[in-house]
């Protein structure tokens, strides 16, 4: 197979090249097949619809319609949109984002695709409701813009999983504040109702699994920087 990292590798890549960053084209495969995305929202994965393809698979098996579920770090809303159309008319989906940039463009695969049953909260999660600052990435990458709370940056909205619905399942993806969203989940994780997929960055690779073990979860790592926490 032609591998596209080697010097022939263009050949593969040139058709996409071709295509603006800012066409919308349906997501060709995956969990999301069909659903109109943003060429330039993301990598190319996106709208191919083989991003993060086992950990997708995983977290879509284990969401059933009329769930309410949180997507902490939603990013331009790939995972948003899957969890919508898993969990239905009749459920819900709360999308946490704290970059503006990334908000922008979650809201416009909302609007393209017709989508009602998802609410954007435009916040970074941590333990307390308030403000703090975000550091964006400008660059955006081959992953989008990045970003994580800091010392100093854009001020941004904060808020607590705990004054919202407890959930069925939190995927949560946030850049190493982990720790700090668990924290402000106290109440949530005692009610041993979410099942959480959480990838892990920075200094949380031993605190969060420790918060999750402390309110009765199971934990069951899944990759080398992502776990499963199950309530007991």
Known sequence: MLDPHQPLGWLIRLPFKLISPSSVMPVLTGPNR???????????????????????????????????????????????????????????????????????????????NDIKNVEVIEAAVTDRAGETFFRTNDDAGKYGYMGKISESGTPVRTVRLDDFPTPDLIKMDIEGAETLALTGAARLLSDHKSMIFLALHDGAFEQAPAILKQHGYRIEPVGERELWGTPS
Not at 62 to 75: I, L, N, Q, S, Y
Not at 84 to 99: I, M, Y
């Open 34 to 112: 069909g659903l109109r995305w943003v060429v330039g929202a993301g990598n190319q994965s996106c709208w191919l619809g083989t991003y993060e393809s086992d950990h997708a698979k995983a977290i879509a098996a284990r969401v059933k319609p009329g769930m309410t579920v949180f997507d902490v770090g939603a990013h331009a809303g790939y995972y948003t949109l899957m969890l919508s159309r898993r969990v239905g008319p009749k459920g819900r989906v709360f999308a946490f984002e704290a970059n503006l940039a990334n908000t922008a463009k979650l809201r416009k695969h909302l609007e393209l």
